[in-house]
């Protein structure tokens, strides 16, 4: 199992470049089972999320071709080689272990921003559809596989999805997706651990979410694209992923307006074609950076972002006294060296444009080096603390009670051997490592994968000591 052997304290320092948004990559994939023609996707991360929805597709008929090389030292999709679980490492004899292992400090002088070359992706109908049918081996891996329900029914009539189930961070029930589509007239059922939805064809209507959600909104907006008549969908996820998802459809040819606000319209149609589209900049990737900046008393540069789509990270690092500064060149974040006057500032998640809880944990990290107490306020899911008591072994004060948790700092955090238990908690965790004196480590970093574009090789463009250290089971 890999994990990430951290040398701190170091502050991050110099420019970083912010990946496509895996959360805006995974429903563009989605978008290619609507269309016979190529879909080509420009930035689109190297993550093991991804990689598992390209297998999803090709197991339903769509072929992924990555166009541009390899990034030096980053698997690329079709990655034969590349293990589907951590059990599978890789490993190389080095001279000072016993037991193989192989590390990525060497290539510190390969480390660049530029290392991490985008990847552009074609997505191709490989054979005619021999149904439409998601399997729990391949939907288990990933809630978001859930996103090939609404193409699949509205171009095939028919779809078999294997239920999600629950994860490290919430029950996350999709009944909001299959009340949206029952909405749309599908007949929908739920046998075995799947659910079966039927649609001759589906036909607009008005829905209104219970909640927003994310992947729902975007499960309905490529399910009404080829309905018949007009769909309004109300009370709706105003992610930024979201709104990237309708321009892309729109690209091949739907008919959607209003993406990005609570109310969308969507006019049907009878078929759509192909497109190409650059995927938006990840805002919890970059956001992840920045925090950096803050937590480890740094100066980062973070370019290809968009700063809108931030906003509320932003507003919120100014408020705890971390400069921020937007400029054609990018998003710069940085504590005055010896400044250590980060204010503690309290923190209630929520939907877009609120606080995003996919940020929660590493502004947590921060909150621990910030003087005086902060309450975090989890409003989105019911289990997202899990990293409280990792942070706690390196040192950190914080008391939870429910959806609650309340930091005290500043704290001086120190290495120690901490485990990641899902994809945010994981981020957190590396940073804290960064901050921390010593050395940390993280294991588990199968989780990091999922969403972050070589962290390790960044992290050290920003100078930060950190390896990727895999360990081969055999021995
Ligand atoms: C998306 O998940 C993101 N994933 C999550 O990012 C993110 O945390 C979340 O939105 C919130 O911003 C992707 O886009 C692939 P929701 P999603 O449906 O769509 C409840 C990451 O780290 N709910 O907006 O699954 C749900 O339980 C991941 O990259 C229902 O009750 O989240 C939750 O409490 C983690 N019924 C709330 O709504 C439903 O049918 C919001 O969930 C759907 C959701």
Redesign the pocket.
Known sequence: MDRFHILGPTPLVGRVRASGA??AA??ALAASLLTDEPVTLHRVPRVR?LRTMCRLLDYLGVGSEEREAPAPGLPDFADPELPADPEGSQSTQSPESSRSTKSTEGSKSGASPEAVAEAVLVLRRSRPSSGADAPYELVKTM??S??VLGPLLARYGFARVSLPGG?A???????????GLAALGADVRLAGGYVETRASRLTGARFR??????????NLLLAACLARGTTVLENC?R?P?VADLARLLNAMGARISGAGGDTVVVDGVDGLGGAVHRVIPDR?EGGTYLIGAAITGGDVLLEQANAADLAPLLDKLAEVGVEIEVSPAGIRARVRAGDGSLRARDVATA??PGF???LQAQYMALMTRAAGTSTIRET???NRFQHVSELARMGARVHVDGRSARVDGPTELTGAAVMAT???ASACLVLAGVAAAGTTVVDRIYHLD??YEGMELKLQGLGAHVARVTESMAT
């Open positions: 895996k959360n995974l429903p999320d809630r978001a859930v996103l994860c961070i919430g029950v996350r029930p999709i009944d909001q997706h299959l009340k979410f219970d909640l927003p959600t994310v992947t729902g909104t975007e996820a992610e992923e919890i939907p877009h995003p809880t996919d989105v899911f019911e899902d994809l945010r999922r969403g």
